[in-house]
């Protein structure tokens, strides 16, 4: 391994001016500093990020916390997508990332001990119940943490504004005509099923419908919910004319049940989604939903978990960003 020393020798100067060099103080003159960048290149010469971590008392790595409702994992078409612009985001900063869990090995640890045991400079959390006490602990621990979608006692948070995208959904069911609104909502402890029912139900009220609670159902944000939620709906009996789920898979089993049930869709029943996965523009008919900021909030999340680490001031506790209505075919005008 190409050592400071062996670049010192080739290039004829100290270590110190080579250390210097590499980190691109600006105390050495820019011909010096790119001589010596040249050679360390040529000799293959790589930075050993432990002996870094000893030097700033900083890692480069930061920690995910990544567990779902739906147990899908790095598939869920949602999140993935937002940490996906997380990675982008942490390795254009020289960030590395690490997923945090509760297992190394057959050693069974606490997502704080284990942030601790892979020493990551500050960890971002998504998609998880914020009631575990293991939780509550990383919180509330030492390391800088930034929730994404979920706002725990004012600590630093990006949103999306789930109650808006909901209203505007809604919005747009009642202007196409629509009276008799049927919704399939998320599991009940979800942050995200909360906002957006509340959001459907003050939709409802703006427009002085009847909050019918029989055309309201559970689901479990998977396919399998959308499915069991419209056969539920369908077995009480009620008159519907748009469905409404509380994110897209949902949609597309319930929209799968009811093509098998004989229903055209949109002619006779309206579907829409939310969250608008990739799936959304390629079923049939391809489905109205809500856009979710997906990629600006794994880079938001990013920016402000770095400004913390490196003790920059921020400003904002909460951070809301804007989903955005998207139109498709799944929607019929009832004259």
Do not use: W
Not at 14 to 41: G, P, Q
Not at 159 to 178: A, C, V
Not at 211 to 227: H, M, R
């Amino acid at each position: 391994m190409v050592s400071l020393k062996d670049i010192s020798i080739r290039c004829g100067v100290s270590i110190a001016t080579v250390s210097k060099a590499l980190n691109n103080h600006s105390d050495i003159s820019e011909a010096t500093k790119d001589r010596i960048l040249k050679v360390a290149r040529e000799m293959g010469y790589y930075p050993n990020s432990f002996a870094r971590a000893l030097k700033t008392n900083r890692t480069y790595n930061l920690g995910v916390l990544f567990v779902d409702e739906a147990q899908s994992g790095l598939t869920h078409e949602y999140f993935a997508n937002v940490l996906d612009s997380f990675k982008v985001e942490a390795e254009s900063h020289g960030y590395d990332i690490t997923f945090i869990n509760k297992h190394m090995g057959l050693k069974k640890m606490s997502y704080y001990e284990h942030s601790k045991y892979r020493g990551v400079d500050g960890v971002v959390i998504a998609c998880i119940n914020f009631d575990d006490p293991d939780v509550l602990e990383l919180i509330n621990g030492d390391l800088p943490v930034v929730t994404i979608d979920h706002v725990f006692n004012n600590r630093t948070a990006i949103i999306s504004d789930n109650i808006k995208g909901m209203r505007d959904l809604i919005t747009y069911i009642y202007e196409m005509g629509h009276r008799k609104i049927a919704y399939i909502g998320g599991p009940h402890e979800s942050p995200n099923s909360m906002y957006r029912y509340a959001g459907f139900e003050q939709a409802l009220k703006d427009f002085g419908l009847v909050l019918d609670k029989e055309l309201i159902v559970e689901g479990n944000y998977k396919i399998s919910g959308g499915s069991e939620g419209v056969l539920e709906l369908l077995k009480r009996g009620r008159d519907f004319t748009a469905v409404v789920c509380a994110n897209d898979l949902m949609a597309i089993g319930a929209m799968e049940v009811l093509k098998g049930a004989g229903f055209r869709i949109p002619e006779d029943v309206s579907i829409t989604g939310f969250d608008d996965i990739p799936m959304a523009k390629y079923v049939e008919p391809k489905l109205t939903t809500v856009a979710q900021p997906c990629y600006k909030m794994g880079e938001v999340a990013t920016e402000l978990l770095i400004k913390f680490i490196e003790g920059k001031t921020v400003e904002d506790t909460v951070i809301t960003l804007k989903p955005k209505l998207i139109i498709r075919n799944s929607v019929k005008k009832v004259i």
